[in-house]
């Protein structure tokens, strides 16, 4: 049984490291993808974040305990930034956007080492950005799945800042995080 879960694990790493180097090599894409995460974070959203039609980009890759000692994993396929996209127009079929939601948060703060941080200055025009970003890379009639939380910068203050209207999302939650879908 352990020898069977060992094998597993060695199998699915191994693949991982292969996927890993033969996404962005020379510039060549391996085919068959056809979803991009641009900020996976440590992809906890996901039922399963190893499936192999996915490429996750995030701006940084972290491995360390958190001040509550919980171990932060964050290891996407590349490193990218949502405003500049390493990948051609027209790639993907639906594209993830979870971006930091806290304009305000100390460097240290478990919140802002967890999820990020916007600039308190730039972040409509970064977001903005991520957006034509998001959509310039995703086939025409393609998906952008965008999530928000809005603890600091309301829904409706984000959606006046950004070029695109959702076609569907929730409209209230108490846990003020809100899923928004938009096609290109
Ligand atoms: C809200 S978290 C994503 C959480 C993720 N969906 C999960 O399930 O763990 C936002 C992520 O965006 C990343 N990020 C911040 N600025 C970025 C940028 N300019 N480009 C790409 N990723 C960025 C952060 O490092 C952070 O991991």
């Not at 802002?112 to 310039?136: H, P, T, V």
């Amino acid at each position: 049984m352990l020898m069977k879960y060992k094998l597993q694990l060695f199998f699915t790493r191994k693949s991982k490291f292969i996927k890993k180097n033969l996404i962005f090599k020379g510039g060549y894409m391996e085919e068959g993808k056809r979803i991009l995460d641009v900020c996976f974070g440590s992809g906890m959203f996901y039922y399963d974040k190893d499936r192999e039609d996915m490429v996750t980009m995030d701006i940084r890759r972290v491995d360390e305990r958190l001040c509550d000692n919980r171990r932060l994993v964050i290891d996407p396929d590349i490193l990218g930034d949502f405003r500049n996209i390493p990948f051609p127009n027209n790639t993907f079929s639906m594209v993830v956007f979870d971006p930091p939601h806290l304009i305000q948060a100390g460097d240290n703060s478990w919140l802002a080492k967890k999820y990020g941080k916007l600039n308190a200055a730039s972040w409509a025009q970064d977001i903005s950005l991520g957006f034509e970003e998001c959509m310039r890379v995703l086939k025409p009639s393609g998906t952008l799945i965008f999530k928000w939380n809005e603890q600091q910068v309301t829904l409706n203050e984000l959606l006046r800042a950004i070029p695109y209207k959702p076609v569907l999302g929730n409209k209230n939650d108490r846990s003020k995080t809100f899923w928004l879908v938009f096609m290109k």
